[in-house]
């Protein structure tokens, strides 16, 4: 068959620079799954940042990136959005109608600049300050509960519909993160009573095969989110401003030499 | 199905708003008719902008025969693919990432120029440095071509030039100077200007200025 510039393209290898911990990383792991896409995995140490991914990503320095064909790609949201351009007839992640599209991309943002933060908060603070955090939380959890019962998702297994897509993907790679910080704050953030959709919703999305590929093992991520929670109140102790300051602002490095996992973790949602 | 009086475009927007500028500005390339409505923010909120956009509250909100679209830069994308005529966006998968990504990224000259007159002393001058790497990185990505979408004014060119009329306010706050930071950008925002789309939608950089002035006072900042 000739090779038309597309078909070169996507026989292209693939490489995606990441972090075990970093629900940024997974939604691109698992969008690269669910398209069926092989790829190679560099594990990235937050710590100690690698050349070849301060190259790929001078402006932000994070993961992921996805290397494809040489040329790279940062940002999980625009990383997914490019594999539908790149591969339009395998499994399309964005829904077909444009409206449809933009209330999938608006509620990317949603989770990447409201429900994340909130939940960084929560697990970055204690006492009152944490009250307001979860206050917060429930509030935007509340948001999406409305557009599962009444709104634009109403009557949908999944926020693509009968299928995974780009929404189910962004919120559900970091929604775990909810029940593991339940555990090591002991506060309690998605009541299944509360938001009964969302819940369900969660719970078909972990199911899925693909999903349990990619996200980590509860111990595991347990055993992090421990670790990080005791830091960050240590840091607490020391200046809790700037250390709420620090997680809840995921585009600035943390106030303290603490590792930049700090900084994912407190966004991942 | 859309009643009557909601068909076509309707546009909630605030006079000033870079925001809303992105959107008038594309509309205007594309040669789309739409009916432009100014809201008030400072006071009370209209219903309908409550109603459009629950979540934020904010404008713009592009009204797309009564269903609504939020944030600019989703606009954008949403036009891009309902009209034909003009595209915004390069057609290939790799520089449609790169135009979603600096699109995105230019929110950030707004959000710290923000800060340099909303805050002080050493948060004012970490905003600044930010400010300047932001800049810095816009001029790079331009490098020496026309506009941001190479020879053509594109998806880019249209998210960035909204901001242009508030940089001299955001120069004198921050002390610093566009043209020795970011001396390309400085001739692109130039050769942007007599452009018809964005001759018409901005507004000059005294009327920004008057309006950082009164907003200061309403926040009662000093």
Not at chain 1, 89 to 116: I, M, Q, S, V
Not at chain 1, 124 to 147: K, P, Y
Not at chain 2, 49 to 70: A, E, F, M, T, W
Not at chain 2, 163 to 183: C, D, K, T
Request: hydrophobic content about 45%.
């Amino acid at each position: 068959m000739e090779k038309t510039p597309e078909n070169a393209s996507q026989a292209a290898p693939l490489k995606l620079f990441g972090s075990w911990a970093s629900s940024y990383t997974h939604r691109v792991q698992l969008a690269l799954r669910l398209k069926g896409l092989e790829f190679e995995y560099a594990e990235e140490d937050l710590g100690s940042k690698s050349n070849e991914l301060l190259r790929h990503n001078p402006v932000y320095k994070k993961v992921p990136v996805l290397v494809h064909g040489g040329r790279a790609l940062p940002e999980s949201v625009i990383i997914l959005q490019y594999l539908d351009d790149a591969w339009p007839e395998t499994r399309p992640l964005l829904p077909a109608d444009a409206f449809d599209r933009a209330l999938a991309r608006f509620w990317c943002h949603f989770a990447d600049d409201k429900l994340g933060p909130a939940v960084g908060a929560v697990f970055a603070s204690m006492g009152e300050d944490q009250e307001a955090a979860v206050r917060q939380v429930h509030e935007n959890l509340a948001l999406i509960e409305a557009e599962l019962r009444d709104g634009a998702f109403k009557g949908r297994r999944f926020f693509g519909g009968d299928e995974v897509g780009l929404l189910d993907v962004v919120l559900g790679c970091g929604s775990y993160w909810l029940a593991v910080f339940e555990e090591v704050t002991g506060v309690r953030l998605v009541d299944a009573d509360a938001f009964p959709l969302f819940h369900a919703w969660l719970r078909d999305f972990e199911a899925l095969d693909e999903v349990r590929e990619t996200i980590p093992a509860v111990d595991r991520l347990l055993e992090y989110a421990r670790g990080v929670r005791h830091m960050l109140l240590g840091l607490a102790g020391a200046g809790a401003a700037a250390a709420s300051a620090a997680a809840a602002a995921p585009a600035e490095a943390p106030a303290a030499p603490a590792p930049a996992p700090a900084a994912d973790i407190a966004v991942d949602i | 199905m859309a009643e009557g009086k909601n068909k076509g475009l309707v546009l909630l927007d605030f006079w000033v708003s870079p925001f809303g500028q992105r959107c008038r500005i594309a509309l205007a390339e594309k040669g789309i008719p739409y009916e432009y409505s100014e809201q008030e923010l400072l006071g009370t909120k209209s219903d309908l902008l409550l109603r459009s956009n629950p979540v934020h509250k904010k404008i713009p909100v592009l009204l797309h025969d009564g269903r609504p679209v939020c944030e600019s830069l989703v606009i954008l994308n949403y036009l891009d693919e309902v009209y034909s005529g003009k595209p915004l966006l390069p057609s290939d998968p790799y520089a449609r990432a790169g135009a979603r990504f600096w699109a995105a990224y230019s929110d950030k000259v707004y959000e710290l120029g923000t800060r340099l007159w909303k805050l002080g002393g050493d948060a004012r001058a970490k905003a600044r440095a930010e400010l300047l790497q932001v800049l810095a990185n816009l001029d790079g990505e331009l490098g020496d071509r026309a506009f941001f979408g190479g020879a053509e004014f594109g998806f880019v060119d249209v998210a960035v030039v909204p901001f242009v009329p508030w940089l001299p306010s955001f120069e004198r706050y921050g002390e610093f100077s566009v043209e020795e930071a970011a001396p390309r950008l400085a001739a692109w925002a130039r050769r942007c200007a007599g452009r018809e789309s964005v001759a018409g939608s901005l507004h000059p950089p005294e009327k920004v200025d008057e309006f950082i002035t009164m907003l200061k006072k309403h926040y009662g900042i000093e």
